[in-house]
């Protein structure tokens, strides 16, 4: 390849990455635990309720396993059935990083290249035993569990938090999962 081509190239890649950032929209920042042990949360999680979006459509039985990898990452796995608990398998391996201080509950989570989105642990429970996890927009919240189902006590206390926090829950999809 030529120097102009590589030129050219490198100025196209350095354009389109302009306008991603130019153009997203201004966000406030979520809030999040400030008291994360990333050894505790590590592990499998259920995913108990989710806002719809394209990369997890039509997807049932879907779990998030987070393991530490070599590098200090964390190693992310997403997993779950198309369309039904007994359907084909489908996973997506990711990686995480801690965007601040190892206790806060932000991290970085990417699942192509070097693009991360923010994943916020707006709340989680004292034993981890459930996690809301959210981000800078709105159109992102996920309701985690250690187990497949979850007490509707439980249930309602996440979704007043979540609404608490301006989370309009119409259109929240309560996963279905395999019983242990």
Known sequence: MNKNKILSLAG??????????????????????????????LG????????PHSFERGLVGVTA??????????????????ERLDGERSMALGKAKLAGSPTDGHLKVSFFLFFYADYFIMDLDP???WALIGSKSDKY????????QMDDVTYKKILDKARGL??????LYKVPQKAL
């Not at 499998?44 to 806002?51: C, G, K, L, P, S």
């Not at 919240?141 to 497949?148: D, E, G, N």
């Open 12 to 41: 196209l890649v350095l354009a389109i990455l302009a306008l991603f950032f130019i153009l997203q929209p201004t966000m406030a920042q979520r809030p999040y635990i400030k008291d994360l042990d990333l050894n505790r949360y």
């Open 44 to 51: 499998v999680w259920y995913e108990t309720a989710r806002f």
């Open 65 to 82: 396993t987070y393991s530490l990898r070599p590098d200090g990452r964390i190693k992310v796995e997403n997993a779950g059935f198309k």
């Open 127 to 129: 034993d981890y035993k």
């Open 141 to 148: 919240l996920w309701i985690l569990s250690r187990t497949p």
């Open 166 to 171: 301006g989370y309009d829950l119409e259109q």
